[in-house]
């Protein structure tokens, strides 16, 4: 697919969100859509329909709505928080309740009916995925998902991660989706890929000739990929004592960072050839290229609210793969993440090849001249560059130096957040940010056996608080 202007997809449109007085939808969906809203980028007609098990008034939901963007430190006008908010909706009900569906049905035939047109229509699974195989029955069984979609309109749905716990569970959970709905429907989230930042790497690699040139196995000696964090597990222990930061942040998060830094150059404005591209790169890898796998835990966490005090669940780990694929043989990629960290790291570093001759003074001993490129996604977003440059002085000895381009020095220009993107795309149809079916499944095939190996390997401790765990 590729891309058009959002102009021209300005179609009413019904957003219907599962969960819709849960933290996602309080944090993350009601301030994107607000920030849509007066950016102009929502349809001009347009409802959102939250659903969830407390009893609720219309009235009482958008007040709840208020609160919510309140808290979130949203300073705007309250005169376009109203307005705004007059466009909500309230259906109560439970996942399982049949009658559930029919209000949501009720609710959409009313929009329907108040602009004398049949609508978009947009699903947002904003739930534990626990529920997902649930609620896809119940869509197809009610006909949500069928009501206008082809006459000039459409209806899609929004899934978030994670997508399955294994590869058998996630097989199980595509055969399912893709039986009940058509692949132009279904959007699964990956919000790192809706990230400015992260979708940067795409931009550097293919639109700067002196990268693009460098840009190969015979030039690069590694990939490092870090996500370090300062917090700890806090109030999450029932939820992250089930699935564990292998599946957290690297089957995901990080190896789609790795296939966008991989993956070859294609039309970066058809999504079709940019998923296949990541796909292609995803399946490259296997477990016969590890190296090394290290998992650890943090002093504590089990004592945390919700975790098995045997708890084997890690929270940091350390892949190194040497690739054998025919793009990369030979190039080393290093994943690694963890919680409770000395400090925040959300980053990608390449490290390019050094010559033979390093051109060193007679002084100095002979050694490596590695260029590093160090591309930084949070808190801040930069990139760095180390160069080798002569120190001033009457010998020629060389210095190290960095060339930084921070993201700083642009504040003026907005940066929408990823749920904004992951909104906005879904609603002009564009899926190029969104995670295919080939992508999940060729992620798990390379996770699972990691997984399992994970069992027979020792789980290293760590404190609070310390720097990389070298477990």
């Known amino acids: 697919m590729t891309k058009e202007p959002f102009q021209k997809h300005n179609k009413p449109t019904a957003i219907v969100i599962f969960g819709g007085t849960g933290d996602l939808t309080q944090t993350k969906l009601l301030p994107s ?6 950016q102009e980028l929502l349809p001009t007609e347009f409802v959102v329909i939250g659903l969830s098990r407390k009893e609720m008034s219309h009235e009482e939901y958008q007040e709840f709505a208020k609160v919510s963007l309140a808290n979130k430190g949203h300073n705007h006008n309250q005169k376009v928080i109203d307005e705004f908010c007059s466009h909500l909706r309230y259906a109560q009900g439970s996942f399982d309740d ?3 569906y029919e209000r949501i049905k009720n609710e959409l035939a009313t929009f329907d009916e108040s602009i004398s047109q049949c609508t978009n229509k947009l699903f947002y699974l904003a739930v534990p995925p626990q529920f997902y195989e649930l609620i896809f029955g119940k869509l197809k069984e009610s006909g949500l998902m069928d009501l206008c979609n082809g006459e000039d309109s459409w209806s899609r749905l929004l899934v978030e991660k994670p997508f399955g716990k294994d590869l058998a569970t996630a097989q199980a959970l595509e055969k399912q989706l893709c039986s009940l709905f058509d692949d132009n429907q279904i959007y699964r989230i990956d919000h790192y890929l809706a990230k400015d930042a992260i979708e940067n790497i795409i931009a550097f690699r293919f639109s700067n000739d002196i990268i693009t040139d460098s840009w190969n196995k015979e030039q690069i000696e590694s990939i490092n990929i870090r996500l370090f964090e300062t917090k700890n597990v806090s109030n999450r222990g029932s939820f992250y004592d089930d699935i564990g930061t292998l599946r957290d942040v690297g089957q995901n998060h990080m190896l789609q960072m790795l296939a966008l830094l991989t993956m070859p150059k294609v039309d970066i404005h058809n999504a079709s050839s940019v998923r296949e591209a990541r796909s292609k790169s995803l399946q490259d890898l296997c477990v016969d290229q590890l190296q090394s796998v290290t998992r650890g835990q943090y002093d504590g966490y089990v004592e945390t609210a919700g975790v098995d005090p045997d708890s084997e669940t890690e929270t940091y780990f350390k892949l190194e793969i040497v690739s054998q694929s ?8 290093v994943l690694e993440a963890g919680k409770a960290l000395s400090k925040t790291v959300n980053e990608a570093e390449i490290i390019f090849k050094s010559h033979d001759d390093c051109n060193c003074s007679f002084a100095e001993e002979t050694h490596k001249h590695n260029n590093v490129l160090k ?6 977003q930069k990139i760095c560059l180390s160069m080798w440059v002569k120190k001033p002085g009457f010998e020629f000895v060389l210095e190290e130096k960095e060339l930084i381009l921070s993201s700083s020095e642009v504040k003026e220009v907005h940066s929408p957040e990823a749920y904004e993107r992951v909104l906005h795309d879904c609603i002009v149809g564009d899926q190029t940010r969104f995670v295919s079916g080939a992508e999940v499944e060729a992620a798990w095939k ?3 056996p990691i997984l399992e190996k994970f069992k027979t390997l020792p789980l290293n401790k760590y404190k609070e608080g310390s720097g990389t765990p070298i477990v």
């Open 33 to 38: 859509l607000v920030d849509l809203y007066i």
């Open 446 to 448: 390379f996770i699972t």
């Open 326 to 333: 025919e793009s990369w043989n030979g190039v080393k990629f």
């Open 98 to 100: 049949n009658g559930s």
């Open 375 to 380: 591309i930084v996604f949070s808190p801040e």
